[in-house]
Nanobody, 123 residues
Framework: QVQLVESGGGVVRTGDSLRLSCADS????????MAWFRQAPGKERDFVAV????????DYADPVRGRFTISRDNAKKTVTLQMDSLKPEDTAVYYC????????????????WGQGTQVTVSS
């Protein structure tokens, strides 16, 4: 069973950095592709970043490419999202998600979700 808990959100200013973490308390973390999504008020949940089982493949949504970095540590059962050069439009609740097997960019293909962590970027 996968149980995801995010941490690291907060209120920052434009240009600042934040590091989000997602920890899994289950036993099979390395068999799950992991991703981050975000949802701003009144908007749909959008893809942010994805990482493969081994960490060898990573991809990002265009709005965050070059500013955000996803990584995972299978031994520690954690996935992180390093967010640099933050902008007000990055303000959202950020969710980590797990999917057994291959990576996906679609939120409806992820079975396991964390509770979300708020990121607010002020101008």
């Amino acid at each position: 069973q996968v149980q995801l808990v995010e941490s690291g959100g907060g209120v920052v200013r434009t240009g600042d950095s934040l590091r989000l973490s997602c920890a899994d308390s289950g036993r099979t973390f390395s068999t799950y592709a992991m991703a981050w999504f975000r949802q701003a008020p009144g908007k749909e949940r959008d893809f942010v970043a994805v990482i493969s089982l081994s960490g060898g493949f990573k991809d990002y949504a265009d709005p965050v490419r070059g500013r955000f970095t996803i990584s995972r540590d299978n031994a520690k059962k954690t996935v992180t999202l390093q967010m640099d050069s933050l902008k007000p439009e990055d303000t959202a609740v950020y969710y980590c998600a797990a999917r057994y097997g291959n990576r996906s960019y679609r939120s409806d293909e992820y079975a396991y979700w964390g509770q979300g962590t708020q990121v607010t970027v002020s101008s």
